[in-house]
């Protein structure tokens, strides 16, 4: 089955930075690599997804890239606000997800 | 309104005790799943149903069941209540099963006594 590792675990900006979260999987068959955030309390929400005929995507401050030959993704957040602050968590597979183990995202005013 | 929505918001329970927590989805989506989260946010994924029928059965403890009486609901019933069932466990729903974006409910957190 798909085996997805995440890093960083944790993850300090400043304001305004950029931050930086990288996936790696292991299953050649994944086509499909959502990212979520989970804010305190909440439920993960989409914030962007990719597919596996597609190298990159943007929206607005948020991109996504994937690399199949090295099986990694990443995602991108420019500009980081204070509101950025939540867990983000990558998932890939095909029908069947798989989570990483989140990266907790602080932006300092 | 809500898309995906769990009852109860929180749950404690004692040892031992029979619970269940309930999900409805409003979305006409053909999926639904269960997941576990612990406390380092470690989403695990427990069980998934499509169309009513069970495609995902992770290897959990068969103290848990879950039921889904049709498409918009998925129920986890877990007997004999365990410490380390303590945890928030989110429902979510996809219109399929492959390769499709989740949508998860708030969650239920339970903490067993």
């Known amino acids: 089955g798909e085996n997805v590792e995440q890093h960083p675990s944790t993850l300090s900006v400043q304001e305004g930075d950029s931050a930086v979260i990288k996936c790696t999987y292991s299953?050649?068959?994944?086509?499909?690599f959502p990212w979520y955030k989970q804010e305190l309390g909440k439920g993960p929400q989409l914030i962007i997804d990719i597919r596996s005929n597609v190298g990159e995507k943007k929206d607005q401050r948020i991109a996504v890239t994937l690399n199949k030959t090295a099986k990694h993704f990443s995602l991108h957040i420019t500009e980081t606000q204070p509101e950025d602050s939540a867990v983000y968590f990558c998932?890939?597979?095909?029908?069947?997800?798989?989570f990483g183990a989140g990266t907790r995202l602080t932006v300092k005013p | 309104d809500t898309a995906v929505s769990q009852t109860p918001k929180y749950l404690v329970t004692q040892m031992g005790n029979d619970k269940s927590i309930k999900c409805e989805q409003n979305l006409g989506h053909d999926t639904m799943y269960w997941y576990k989260q612990d406390s380092k946010k470690f989403l695990k994924i427990m069980f998934s149903?499509?169309?009513?029928?069970?495609?995902i059965n992770e290897t959990v403890p068969n103290r848990f069941s879950p039921k889904s009486p049709d498409k918009a609901h998925l129920n986890l019933h877990i007997n004999s209540l365990e410490l380390g069932d303590s945890a928030v466990y989110f429902c979510?729903?996809?219109?399929?099963?492959?390769?499709?974006?989740?949508?998860f409910g708030p969650g239920t957190r339970l903490t067993v006594l």
């Open positions: 979510a729903s996809s219109q399929v099963i492959d390769s499709d974006t989740q949508y």
């Open positions: 998932a890939a597979g095909n029908n069947d997800m798989r």
């Open positions: 299953d050649s068959a994944s086509n499909y």
């Open positions: 149903y499509n169309n009513k029928e069970l495609i």
